[in-house]
């Protein structure tokens, strides 16, 4: 099931193997930290890097933490969380050269979470005891 899952995040969200991580030559705190934050949270680091964490300028990985952090809240209307992933993607894409490309990446993100995020959260719950 969670091969299956990677294969369909990798598809939608349109990863050619060619892509590096935004801000791979910028080290921060935040980079140590995780640098792939985009992806299912079970999926080992190298794998989750894979995934979109930008589109040409758009820097995705602040709206997939904050997707995250709305995942592990108690009780949470998981399509509220990811209404809000999905505007946050929306605003990356204005700093993007490809604004148009990165909207339509974006779209293809939130139907991945739609699709998924509930074994997502399933996974992380119980990795929570």
Same mark, same amino acid.
């Given at each position: 099931m969670r091969a @299956?899952?990677?294969?369909l995040t990798l #598809?939608?969200?349109g990863w050619s193997g060619a892509d590096r991580p935004v801000g791979a030559d910028e080290p921060s705190e935040?980079?140590?930290v995780d640098p792939c934050p985009c992806g299912p949270s079970f999926l080992p680091l190298r794998v989750r890097c894979? #995934?979109?964490q930008g589109f040409h300028g758009a820097d995705f990985r602040d709206a997939c933490r904050a997707h995250d952090r709305c995942y592990e809240i108690p009780c949470v209307n998981?399509? @509220? =969380?990811?209404?809000?992933f999905l505007r946050d993607l929306l605003d990356a894409c204005d @700093?993007? =050269?490809?604004p148009a490309a990165c909207r339509r990446v974006s779209r293809r993100m939130y139907a991945m979470v739609r699709l998924g995020?509930?074994?997502a959260i399933r996974a992380w719950r119980r990795s929570q005891g």
């Open positions: @299956a899952i990677l294969g #598809v939608i969200t935040t980079w140590a894979r #995934v979109r998981r399509a @509220a =969380c990811d209404l809000g @700093a993007s =050269c490809r995020g509930g074994i």
